[in-house]
C-alpha cells in the first residue's frame, strides 16, 4: 500500500493509486466525484466557500476541523474522514440540524458561500463545543459573505448548538475503529506523472523523525509540507511544479507539546489552533494575536513551525515569540543545534538552515516574576487580514527599573527583527514617559521600513513608536482588565 492514499468519505473507504501530489482536495470532489456543493472562490484560502470537515482520531477520540480545500493537497488526507456538504444529506430527507437551523433563520441568500457556512458550523457541531456569540464570530471570520449579514447565521449557529443529537454511540465506535485501521505506521510514498509535462513527482509521508530527516537529506531541494497554507499557494496562484514534497503531518513526535518548569515546548508540526491554547495560557496577548491569525480553517491547517520556517517579514509568529526569548531546534540527519529565534532570520528569502536541515521545535521560556509581556497587530481588517505591523514587548521591571527589554517588529525590515537601539534607551532606565518617548526616538535606529500596498514608511514608523507608548500605558496604568477587539483580557 505504498503508492495508495487511503480515506473515509460518507463511511466508504477510498482508494486512490499515486494521485498526483498537489492536486488539491477540492479539484479531486469538483472533477472527479462532481461533488459541486463544495465551492471554488479565492483559491487562497481566504472566503470559506471551500470548507470541508475532517475527522481524525486523535487521543482515542473524534476531533472535527474544519478546513480550506483549495488549498489542501489530496494526499494529505491520508488516514483521515472527509466531510462535504454532500455529506449531511439523510436519507428520510430531513435537513441537518445546522442546515435547518440556516434555512429557519434566512441565513442564506445567493447560496454560492453557504456550503462553507454550514460546513464551519457543522464542525463545531460535531465536536461538541457550546460556543458564546463571540465564539460563533471567531467561528465564521473565514466564511466570507457579500449577500447577506451575519445576524441570521450567528442565530442559526445558537439554534444548531440547541438542536444538538450526539452521534450515536456504537456509529462513533465504529468510525474510531475504521480510521484507526488506516493508521499507516510506514512512509507513504506516490510516484505520479504530470500528464501534460510527463514530469515525476514525488510525495512522501514518513511517521517517524528519523524518516523525516533521511528524506530531508536525501532531497535536500523538495519542498517541506505542513499545513500548506502558503505552500498550497504556490500552486493554485503561483503554478509552481513541485517536483518532490516531504509532508510532515503524519510524524506524531512533531505534533507533541511538553511543558517543564521554565519553558514549553512545540513541534514543529503543531496546528495554530492546538498551540495557541497553550500559549495563551501563559502569554495572553500571544493567544489574542493568534486568534487574529487569519481564520479558524488557515489555523486548524497551518503550524506554528510553519509560519517561522517560511520567514516572511510579516508572520506574526515570529515578533511575539522573538519578544518572549524563543528559542528553535533544527535537525539535520542525527545531529539536533538550538539557535535564537532572532538569529534564523539572516535576510529576506534567507534563513539560517542548511539543506537537509528542518526545523523540530520552538522553546518557549515561561514568563517570569516581573516580566510585562504585550503583543499588537494592526492591520486594515481587524479579522483575517495580513499586519501592516506587529510589534511585542517583553520588559523586566523590578522597583520601577527596566532590566531587561525584548522587543521585536514584524513588517519593518526585510525580516522580523528585533529593537535593540530601542532596547538600549530603556534598560538600566527608570520606566517612565520621558525613558517611553526616548526609546521611541531610538527606534529610527533600528528600523527603516518600505512603502508598500498595506502602509507607507511613516506610517509604520508612527505605529510602531505608538505602540511602545502603549505599551507604556498599558503596564503603568492602574487597570484591571483591558479591550482587545472585542475580547477582554485579563491585565498582566
Known amino acids: ?45 481566504d472566503c470559506g466557500a471551500c470548507t470541508v470537515v475532517l475527522g481524525e482520531v486523535v487521543d482515542e477520540e473524534m476531533r472535527y476541523r ?33 442546515q435547518q437551523a440556516i434555512v429557519d433563520t434566512h441565513g442564506s441568500q445567493c447560496g454560492f458561500c453557504t456550503p462553507g457556512f454550514v460546513m464551519s458550523l457543522y464542525a463545531l457541531y460535531e465536536d461538541g463545543v457550546t ?41 462513533l465506535k465504529e468510525k474510531i475503529e475504521g480510521l484507526m485501521a488506516l493508521k499507516r505506521h510506514e512512509t507513504l510514498e506516490l510516484i505520479a506523472k504530470d500528464p501534460v509535462s510527463g514530469a515525476e513527482k514525488k510525495y512522501f509521508a514518513p511517521v517517524t523523525t528519523e524518516a523525516l530527516a533521511e528524506l530531508v537529506e536525501q532531497y535536500p531541494k523538495a519542498t517541506i509540507l505542513a499545513g500548506g497554507t502558503d505552500v498550497g499557494l504556490w500552486v493554485t496562484k503561483q503554478h509552481r511544479e513541485l517536483s518532490v514534497v516531504i509532508y510532515t503531518g503524519a510524524v506524531a513526535a512533531l505534533k507533541e507539546t511538553r511543558e517543564s518548569g521554565e519553558s514549553i515546548e512545540i513541534g514543529a508540526g ?43 517579514p510579516i508572520g506574526d509568529s515570529p515578533p511575539a515569540l522573538i519578544a518572549a526569548g524563543a528559542e528553535l531546534v533544527l535537525r539535520k540527519g542525527t545531529d539536533e543545534r538550538t539557535i535564537a529565534l532572532e538569529d534564523y532570520f539572516i535576510e529576506y528569502g534567507k534563513q539560517d538552515r542548511t539543506p537537509g ?45 527596566v532590566e531587561d527589554a525584548r522587543i521585536a517588529f514584524g513588517g519593518m525590515a526585510a525580516t522580523p527583527k528585533r529593537a535593540t537601539a530601542t532596547e538600549a534607551a530603556l534598560v538600566g532606565k527608570e520606566w517612565s514617559l520621558e525613558a ?17 500596498m498595506r502602509a507607507s514608511a511613516e506610517y509604520r514608523m508612527q505605529v510602531a513608536q505608538n505602540l511602545l507608548m502603549r505599551a507604556y500605558l498599558e503596564t503603568t496604568t492602574d487597570i484591571a482588565t483591558r479591550l482587545v477587539g472585542d475580547k477582554v483580557l485579563a491585565h498582566v
Not at 487574529?292 to 503550524?303: C, L
Not at 518557549?364 to 514587548?393: H, L, M, T
Not at 521611541?440 to 527603516?448: G, H, I, P, S, W
Open 1 to 45: 500500500m505504498y503508492g495508495t492514499v487511503r480515506f473515509l468519505l460518507d463511511g466508504e473507504l477510498h482508494e486512490l493509486v499515486n494521485p498526483d501530489p498537489t492536486e488539491t482536495v477540492l479539484q479531486f470532489l469538483r472533477y472527479r466525484l462532481a461533488r459541486t456543493g463544495t465551492k471554488e472562490g479565492c483559491a487562497e484560502g
Open 66 to 98: 474544519a478546513v480550506n480545500a483549495c488549498i489542501l493537497f489530496l494526499p494529505t488526507l491520508d488516514g483521515k474522514e472527509l466531510i462535504t456538504v454532500e455529506s449531511l444529506k439523510r436519507a428520510d430527507g430531513t435537513l441537518h440540524p445546522v
Open 131 to 171: 460556543a458564546t456569540r463571540e465564539g460563533l464570530n471567531d467561528t465564521l471570520a473565514g466564511n466570507l459573505c457579500r449577500c447577506t449579514g451575519y445576524g441570521p447565521l450567528l442565530e442559526a449557529g445558537m439554534r444548531a448548538q440547541e438542536a444538538r443529537v450526539p452521534m450515536d454511540h456504537m456509529a
Open 270 to 312: 503543531v496546528s495554530v489552533s492546538d498551540g495557541m491554547d497553550v500559549l495563551a495560557k501563559y502569554y495572553p496577548d500571544m493567544g489574542e494575536l493568534y486568534r487574529r491569525f487569519a481564520s479558524v480553517q488557515i489555523r486548524n491547517s497551518g503550524t506554528i513551525g510553519g509560519n517561522i520556517a517560511n520567514g516572511s
Open 357 to 401: 536541515e528542518f526545523l523540530v521545535r520552538i522553546i518557549v521560556p515561561k514568563p517570569q516574576e516581573n516580566r510585562r509581556f504585550r503583543a499588537y497587530k494592526i492591520s486594515k481588517r481587524f479579522d483575517q487580514d495580513i499586519s501592516a505591523v506587529c510589534g511585542a514587548f517583553c520588559l523586566t521591571i523590578v522597583d520601577g527599573i
Open 436 to 452: 517611553a518617548q526616548a526609546a521611541m526616538e531610538a527606534m529610527r535606529q533600528d528600523y527603516a521600513p518600505i512603502s508598500d
